[in-house]
């Protein structure tokens, strides 16, 4: 079992900024990847960003310049730092962890998602 908890979601005024962090905790052996994801009322979820083990890092279009991801491999953590926040940033954000697990076996984990609101 793998689980993800995150935090740093909530409501914020257009221009503001946000940092999310996703924790990583459970039968972990290693974690290829991790990365973010959002879905806004009435539309499908969509990547908003990654980062692998090693290697570049990977954004969607409407984000770049203004989000950028990192990860603590120590603490099997990722980061999201939104500036420049828009209306249309607000959806429910999601974390993504791709795991070797310690009976490596790979998994794909997600977190339970929580509310950003770029509202004035």
């Known amino acids: 079992q793998v689980q993800l908890e995150e935090s740093g979601g909530g409501l914020v005024q257009p221009g503001g900024s946000l940092r999310l962090s996703c924790a990583a905790s459970g039968n972990i052996f290693s974690i290829r990847a991790m990365g973010w994801y959002r879905q806004a009322p009435g539309n499908q979820r969509e990547l908003v960003a990654t980062?692998?083990?090693?290697?570049?890092?990977n954004y969607a279009n409407s984000v770049k310049g203004r989000f950028t991801i990192s990860r603590d491999n120590a603490k099997n953590t990722v980061y999201l730092q939104m500036n420049s926040l828009k209306p249309e940033d607000t959806a429910v954000y999601y974390c993504?962890?791709?795991?070797?697990?310690?009976?490596?076996?790979?998994?794909?984990?997600w977190g339970q998602g929580m509310q950003v609101t770029v509202s004035s």
């Open positions: 993504n962890a791709e795991v070797l697990t310690t009976l490596r076996g790979f998994l794909s984990a």
């Open positions: 980062i692998p083990s090693g290697g570049s890092t």
